[in-house]
């Protein structure tokens, strides 16, 4: 295949909306049809490719009105389903931006104080600087 063709089956392949499966199988009937243009044409632009299928667009929604209506709403859920999913992670991360810059408590601080004590001497009386001046 040469660079027009190329470029014309991506951007055919972009436009079909469908799931993996049919997907492939619709890109395999694409293939077909492009070999055996391709077979009479051997180097054809895009205007000849145009000119023979339409345009991308054209020809992807044409190949895929053998798409079962089940087929096509398989692709439609799943794509509504990323996007809730997209929707409810920025929603909880926005959530916990905001309760950790607004509403979480400060740190508790925590003061340590030192004791020192003055053992009393080894009868048990307690013995203080106080009692050393006199």
């Excluded at 295949?1 to 499966?21: F, H, I, P, Q, S």
């Excluded at 180097?43 to 345009?55: G, I, K, M, V, Y």
């Excluded at 508790?108 to 030192?114: A, F, K, L, Q, V």
Aim: charged share 30%; with cysteine.
């Amino acid at each position: 295949m040469n660079e027009a063709t190329l470029r014309y089956r991506r951007e055919v392949c972009r436009y079909l909306r469908c799931g993996g499966a049919a997907k492939r199988r619709l890109e395999a009937q694409l293939s077909c049809l492009l070999d055996a243009f391709l077979e009479e044409n051997p180097s054809p632009d895009r205007a000849a490719l145009e000119a023979a299928f339409d345009t991308p667009e054209e020809l992807a929604a044409t190949l895929m009105e053998e798409l079962t209506p089940e087929e096509r709403g398989q692709w439609k859920r799943r794509r509504l389903a990323a996007r809730v999913v997209s929707v409810a992670l920025v929603l909880l991360l926005a959530a916990f931006s905001i309760y950790t810059f607004f509403y979480k408590e400060q740190p508790i601080e925590i003061t340590t104080y030192e004791f020192s004590y003055i053992n009393g001497g080894a009868d048990g009386s307690a013995s203080s600087a106080v009692e050393s001046q006199e």
